[in-house]
């Protein structure tokens, strides 16, 4: 089955404490990207990767990191989590990507909470 | 840069009216636009979406929008809605071109009652 998967899907933490959260497809797609989503503020891009060792920030990058060194891999690292970035995040993916028009696949989501 | 505005953060609806979800949408280069659903508890996942010619879409589960370039519209539609329609639903856009990135409204949630 063709799908974005993610891991964890739930996660409390602490201020500080670094964390990963894995996203990965089976779609052979060069595209991926990484969004949270607020009460009220919709998604906001935080990163995204054009390909296998091309990444760019979104608008909200502050806080985190990404690397893309798979194609079908493209975890989300915050190194120093802080109680601003609880949310909800999805990561994506699409064949070529956004410029081209490409429908993106989202995963199930990671609720994140950072006390 | 694109940005884009949904106008009502809530529409409340009675099963089998029509609806219509508003979104404006900001760029200074031609744009594909998007509209996304997002069940409760659940990701995103399309409905339709416009990237040229024909400026009435259509989409999954009877819903369609209108691109309108002069008033930088792309309203969602549907005749008749479905309890089961209830959701949150973002209008999305990017530039045809240029910037890697897809930018979402803040959404709007369709409420159908019966």
């Known amino acids: 089955e063709a799908q974005v998967t993610q891991n964890p899907r739930y996660l409390i933490t602490v201020t500080g404490k670094k964390l990963t959260v894995t996203c990965s497809q089976n779609?052979?797609?060069?595209?991926m990207s990484w969004y949270r989503q607020d009460p009220g503020l919709g998604l906001r891009q935080i990163y995204y990767?054009?390909?296998?060792?091309?990444?760019d920030k979104g608008d909200v990058p502050e806080g985190y990191k990404v690397s893309r060194k798979e194609k079908r891999n493209f975890p989300l690292i915050l190194e120093s989590p802080s109680p601003n970035q609880t949310s909800l995040y999805f990561c994506?993916?699409?064949?070529?990507?956004?410029?081209?028009?490409?429908?993106?696949?989202f995963g199930p989501g990671t609720r994140l909470t950072v006390l | 840069a694109q940005s884009v505005t949904q106008l009502d953060s809530q529409v409340p609806v009675f099963e089998e009216a029509p609806v219509e979800l508003r979104c404006n949408y900001s760029?200074?280069?031609?744009?594909?636009l998007f509209w996304y659903v997002q069940y409760p508890n659940q990701g995103l996942q399309l409905l339709l979406k416009?990237?040229?010619?024909?400026?009435l879409v259509k989409g999954i589960n009877g819903f369609e929008a209108e691109f309108n370039k002069s008033q930088t519209s792309f309203h969602l539609r549907k005749p008749s809605v479905h309890i089961s329609d209830t959701a949150e639903y973002f209008c999305?856009?990017?530039?045809?071109?240029?910037?890697?990135?897809?930018?979402f409204g803040k959404g709007t949630m369709l409420l159908v009652s019966p």
């Open positions: 990767s054009m390909n296998v060792e091309v990444t």
């Open positions: 994506a993916s699409s064949l070529r990507g956004v410029v081209a028009g490409d429908e993106q696949f």
């Open positions: 999305a856009v990017s530039d045809q071109g240029g910037y890697s990135t897809l930018t």
């Open positions: 779609m052979n797609h060069e595209y």
């Open positions: 760029s200074s280069v031609s744009v594909y």
């Open positions: 416009y990237l040229s010619g024909s400026t």
